[in-house]
């Protein structure tokens, strides 16, 4: 009971509440794995650095696989450091391996290359997942496989492993009017078929704020927002991607958070705002200003910010 009512208030952006809930709820002598990660979650959507630094070092000391240790690597991410990001990854798989746990690990690996991928560093994602099974008996690494596999261009494999799903679960609900068309949306994003992508797209809206397990609820959004943004149409884009913004706690620590940032003032300068294009791409590289330095998405925002007139 606890545990879901935590999280509906963080889906609800109501930190402050779910905080309260979660002293209230270790004051009744309640703790657990899932509330540790909840805590460090709001203690990210808070910028809580103190509350953030407590969490992660209760996962390191006691298990390095564990949701809240790899929520701490999904944060550097979210900042831009992806190789604090990646060593801290490199720690929760080796502790996966070790525990036997193969599909844990390969989930992992899954999970930092869908990371990779949004910030334009292709060639390590793809190092991530080229032993990832696309015959793993879990659904869902195989569908984020088939994601993350769009989103680094490899399409021909992609639409293999989401074409293999769609025939095993041709009744699920989800499967089929979230996972796989948000996975053949990005296949046409690749394919530059931006208006596919949005006709893939239409089925999924009732979905994009709920909470579907496969992938992070607002991916369609964001989608649909690189749609119009190759389309040429920035005012559709830029709606997309402040969707993205706007919901907080249902994005979480994926680094689809920050690049909205990005994307909605390319989306502003497309539609003439050069001043509110300007504010977001600041508001993208005040996150940013951490980050590796050789990140594509990072140095494309600092170019693109400096021809902005």
Excluded: C
């Amino acid at each position: 009971m606890w545990l879901n009512y935590l999280f509906s208030l963080i889906l609800a952006n109501q930190t402050k509440e779910a905080r309260v809930a979660y002293d209230d709820a270790q004051s009744h002598g309640i703790d657990g794995e899932d509330l540790h990660y909840l805590r460090g979650l709001i203690a990210f959507l808070e910028n809580d650095a103190a509350a953030r630094k407590r969490e992660f070092d209760r996962a390191a000391g006691k298990n390095p696989d564990s949701t809240a240790f790899v929520g701490e690597a999904d944060a550097d991410a979210y900042y831009g450091k992806f190789r604090d990001a990646r060593a801290l990854y490199k720690t929760a798989i080796e502790a996966a391996r070790k525990a036997g746990s193969l599909d844990d690990a390969t989930g992992l690996n899954i999970q930092l290359a869908v990371q990779e991928a949004e910030a334009g560093k292709l060639a390590d994602a793809r190092q991530l997942i080229q032993d990832a099974s696309a015959q793993s008996q879990y659904r869902r690494l195989r569908l984020r496989l088939a994601f993350v596999l769009a989103r680094t261009g490899d399409v021909t494999q992609a639409r293999q492993v989401a074409d293999a799903v769609d025939e095993e679960l041709p009744l699920s609900a989800l499967v089929q009017n979230y996972s796989l068309p948000s996975i053949r949306a990005a296949i046409d994003l690749q394919n530059a078929d931006a208006v596919a992508a949005i006709q893939e797209l239409r089925v999924v809206e009732p979905y994009e704020l709920a909470y579907p397990e496969d992938f992070n609820s607002l991916t369609p959004a964001y989608l649909r927002g690189l749609a119009y943004l190759q389309m040429g149409n920035g005012k559709l884009a830029a709606a997309e991607f402040q969707k993205v913004i706007d919901h907080p706690g249902i994005v979480g620590r994926s680094v689809l958070g920050a690049m909205a940032r990005l994307q909605l003032g390319r989306a502003l300068a497309m539609s003439g705002d050069s001043a509110a294009a300007r504010k977001s791409y600041h508001a993208f590289l005040a996150l940013w200003r951490d980050a590796d330095p050789d990140i594509p998405a990072y140095n494309q925002a600092k170019v693109e910010l400096s021809k902005l007139r």
